[in-house]
């Protein structure tokens, strides 16, 4: 069940990014983010039925989406600015365990 994020990278402020999140099973779903200094926190939730939620700092930049036939995650990352920097995991909201994450720079 281990999941394995990917798509990080350096980006300029105003950028964009697509992270993709890779398991074996996908249910109800999260990416978190941390960053430096920070508490880890969500920053995207999608459930099984496709309901969608998001933290006030990315709403309407970020859009969180799922491929069920193929057991993947995505995140698109828009406007993005330097406080968006941190590392990006993927979470499977009903299994207790943290896969490997993906790290976001936003240069201003």
């Known amino acids: 069940v281990q999941l394995q994020a990917s798509g990080g990278g350096l980006v300029q402020a105003g950028g964009s990014l697509t992270l993709s999140c890779a398991g074996s099973?996908?249910?109800?779903m999260a990416w978190y983010r941390q960053s430096p200094l920070k508490d880890r926190e969500m920053v995207a939730t999608?459930?099984?039925?496709?309901?969608?939620n998001y933290a006030d700092s990315v709403k309407g930049r970020f859009i969180i989406s799922r491929d069920d036939p193929n057991n993947m995650l995505y995140l698109y990352l828009n406007s993005l600015k330097p406080e968006d920097t941190g590392v990006y995991y993927c979470?499977?909201?009903?299994?207790?365990?943290w896969g490997r994450g993906t790290l976001v720079t936003v240069s201003s």
């Open positions: 979470k499977n909201l009903l299994i207790d365990s």
């Open positions: 099973t996908i249910s109800d």
């Open positions: 999608i459930f099984s039925g496709g309901n969608t």
